[in-house]
């Protein structure tokens, strides 16, 4: 069974400037989940979908970053303008539910730098 | 207060050493308790997941969970070079809106030498 998959693996962009980060989780699982771990912390949640419904946006910097997941597959993130502070790891998970910890699939993540 | 707290390390151990890696958390409310693994450009991987308190053994690996004093506990018996890692502790909540979204530990660093 293939993993998340997320790309680009690695991203250097300039602040203010704009990117995006793209997951495909596994195939079949309805829940899937954005988290950002910084450097030396653990990560996240920033946003979490069920099918192509958001559950839970509470911690999203909603006036920088978005989220969607069209067609309850694939999503992507956006930053738009990046800051300094936006430097980390974006993690993507799936499961096959909404999960109580026990089926978080955690895909390899994509290291971004705002310099 | 952050919802769970986590001793960084770095921790270096001989290979053969017994590990003891530890959490605290704030909030009874949470019901679930896990450890992760992470190795260097990875994401995290679920080690072990306990439901309220107790132990849980798998292998090498043992859980522990104190609910009376929010502890949570993972041990690593006969340690080998290939725990190197950093291993992350989460907890969960059972119900209610932020049921799927999991509070991480920052992670204690491991390095286990041949």
């Known amino acids: 069974e293939a993993g998340v998959a997320q790309s680009p693996r690695y991203k250097i962009i300039e602040k203010r400037q704009s990117v995006a980060f793209w997951c495909n989780p596994i195939s079949g699982h309805a829940t899937l989940y954005w988290y950002q771990q910084i450097l030396g912390q653990g990560p996240k949640l920033l946003i979490q979908f069920q099918n192509n419904g958001v559950v839970d946006d509470s911690q999203l910097p909603k006036d920088r970053f978005s989220a969607e997941r069209l067609k309850g597959v694939d999503s992507t993130l956006k930053i738009q303008p990046a800051k300094l502070e936006d430097s980390a790891v974006y993690l993507c998970?799936?499961?096959?539910?909404?999960?109580?910890?026990?089926?978080?699939?955690f895909g390899p993540g994509t290291r971004l730098t705002v310099l | 207060q952050k919802e769970v707290e986590q001793d960084p390390g770095p921790l270096s151990v001989p290979e053969g050493a017994i590990v003891s890696l530890n959490c605290t958390y704030s909030?009874?409310?949470?019901?679930?308790f896990m450890w992760y693994r992470q190795y260097s450009r990875k994401g995290p991987e679920l080690l072990m997941y306990t439901y309220s308190s107790g132990n849980k053994e798998d292998g090498r690996f043992t859980a522990q969970v104190d609910k009376s004093s929010k502890y949570i506990s993972l041990f690593i018996r006969d340690s080998q070079p290939s725990d190197s890692a950093t291993y992350l502790c989460?907890?969960?909540?059972?119900?209610?809106?932020?049921?799927?979204?999991?509070?991480f530990g920052r992670g204690t660093q491991l390095t286990v030498w041949p």
């Open positions: 998970a799936s499961s096959p539910r909404l999960s109580k910890g026990d089926t978080q699939y």
């Open positions: 989460a907890v969960n909540r059972d119900r209610g809106s932020t049921l799927g979204r999991l509070y």
């Open positions: 909030n009874s409310a949470f019901q679930y």
